[in-house]
């Protein structure tokens, strides 16, 4: 099925020089980078991507850690992209994540995991509608 989902790199993956890599992965697993903008987020759209995060101990980590740098958001599409991101990124402790995913490759904790990709059609419709 072919679907379209959201993804960023985060500050800590723009600051590594991993956009291009992050950009070569995606390319290579089929998938299509439709639109791809360079940013800084503000508070306000930070706090409303990870509005289901609000109250948990680690949001407000999180934010700041998003709000530290420069991001990379894009909007992917290809055969089962949803699904094909996460598998792409890992999971989210890179510790944690396959060999050969983004996170376990570059990752080095648990808030700066180089990536974020949408987890199901109704985030990735949410967060899509946010920054495209
Ligand atoms: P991301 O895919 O961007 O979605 C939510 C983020 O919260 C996640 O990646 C992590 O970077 C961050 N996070 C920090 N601490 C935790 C935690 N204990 N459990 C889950 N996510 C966490």
Do not use: C, W
């Not at 974020?116 to 985030?123: L, P, Q, T």
């Amino acid at each position: 099925m072919r679907e379209r989902t959201f993804v960023m790199v985060k500050p800590d993956g723009v600051a590594k020089g991993l956009t291009d890599e992050i950009v070569a992965r995606i390319e290579r697993a089929g998938l299509k980078i439709v639109s791809m903008r360079r940013m800084r987020l503000d508070r306000g759209l930070a706090e409303e991507l990870y509005s289901v995060h609000r109250g948990k101990d680690f949001f407000e980590r999180l934010v700041e850690h998003v709000l530290s740098g420069e991001v990379v958001v894009m909007l992917v599409e290809g055969e089962r992209a949803i699904t094909q991101m996460r598998e792409l990124s890992g999971a989210t402790d890179p510790t944690k994540a396959a060999k050969g995913t983004i996170r376990s490759d570059f990752g080095s904790s648990i808030t700066e995991n180089v990536i974020h990709a949408a987890d199901s059609a109704e985030s990735a419709e949410r967060e899509m509608r946010i920054f495209f």
